[in-house]
T-cell receptor, first 115, second 117 residues
Framework: DAGITQSPRYKITETGRQVTLMCHQT?????MFWYRQDLGHGLRLIYY???????DKGEVPDGYVVSRSKTENFPLTLESATRSQTSVYFC??????????????FGQGTRLTVV | AQKITQTQPGMFVQEKEAVTLDCTYD???????LFWYKQPSSGEMIFLIY??????QNATEGRYSLNFQKARKSANLVISASQLGDSAMYFC??????????????FGSGTRLQVQP
C-alpha cells in the first residue's frame, strides 16, 4: 500500500524493556519525523531525519534512539521503557523541495503503554 | 521557549458561524512555513493549509483561510461556515531551517474545537 504506515498500532510493554516502533513510507520522501502526543502538550518532536544516515534530535530525544539506514524506514527504539514514555507516537514524512517548506504526511499512530 | 503557542485549549462555535483559532510563533528566521492540521477523534492527522513566510497573500483552501500577520508573528486559522464535522483538535505548526541547515517541523499544543448544532 502506498503511504506511510506504522507498526504496531498498539503495544503494551513493561518498564525496562526495549521496544521498537516501526515506520515505513513508500513515497521516497527525504524527511521523516517522530512525534509523541500527550494531553496538554500537543505533538512534541523526538527525532527527525533529512535523509538516510542523517538524524537530528528534536525537543524530547532523551530515552529514544533512531536509525535510518534506508530512505523508506525510520524505526524508533525506546532503549529501556519508562512509564513516562506511555504516549501516542506518530511518524511523518515529507518531501525536500529546494526553497519550499513542504507539508508532512502522518502515519496512523502507535499507542504505547508502559506498565 | 515555545516555538508555537496556541492559547485557546478549547473553543465552541455554532454551526454555520465562522471561528478563528489563534496561533503565534517564534522564530528569528526570515524564511519559514506555517501549517495547520486537523485531528478528528479518530486520531489521524490531516493537513489543512500552508502559508510561506514570503507569501504576500493569505492562504485559502475552501472554507479554511489563514490570517497571516508577519509583524505580529501570528498565523490564525479561520474556518467559515462551521460544520459539525469540523469538531476536532487543530494544531498549528512551523517548519524552519535549523542551524544544521535541515528543516524541523514543530507543533503547538492544539485547540479543541466543538461545533454546536
Amino acid at each position: 500500500d502506498a503511504g506511510i504506515t506504522q507498526s504496531p498500532r498498539y503495544k503494551i510493554t513493561e518498564t525496562g524493556r526495549q521496544v521498537t516502533l516501526m515506520c515505513h513510507q513508500t513515497w521516497s520522501h527525504s524527511y521523516m519525523f517522530w512525534y509523541r502526543q500527550d494531553l496538554g502538550h500537543g505533538l512534541r518532536l523526538i527525532y527527525y531525519s533529512a535523509a538516510a544516515d542523517i538524524t537530528d534530535k528534536g525537543e524530547v530525544p532523551d530515552g529514544y534512539v533512531v536509525s535510518r539506514s534506508k530512505t523508506e524506514n525510520f524505526p524508533l527504539t525506546l532503549e529501556s521503557a519508562t512509564r513516562s514514555q506511555t504516549s501516542v507516537y506518530f511518524c511523518a514524512s515529507s518531501e525536500a523541495r529546494t526553497g519550499a517548506f513542504t507539508e508532512a504526511f502522518f502515519g496512523q499512530g502507535t499507542r504505547l503503554t508502559v506498565v | 521557549a515555545q516555538k508555537i503557542t496556541q492559547t485557546q485549549p478549547g473553543m465552541f462555535v455554532q454551526e454555520k458561524e465562522a471561528v478563528t483559532l489563534d496561533c503565534t510563533y517564534d522564530t528569528s528566521d526570515q524564511s519559514y512555513g506555517l501549517f495547520w492540521y486537523k485531528q478528528p477523534s479518530s486520531g489521524e492527522m490531516i493537513f489543512l493549509i500552508y502559508q510561506g513566510s514570503y507569501d504576500e497573500q493569505n492562504a485559502t483552501e475552501g472554507r479554511y483561510s489563514l490570517n497571516f500577520q508577519k509583524a505580529r508573528k501570528s498565523a490564525n486559522l479561520v474556518i467559515s461556515a462551521s460544520q459539525l464535522g469540523d469538531s476536532a483538535m487543530y494544531f498549528c505548526a512551523m517548519r524552519e531551517v535549523m542551524d544544521t541547515g535541515r528543516r524541523a517541523l514543530t507543533f503547538g499544543s492544539g485547540t479543541r474545537l466543538q461545533v454546536q448544532p
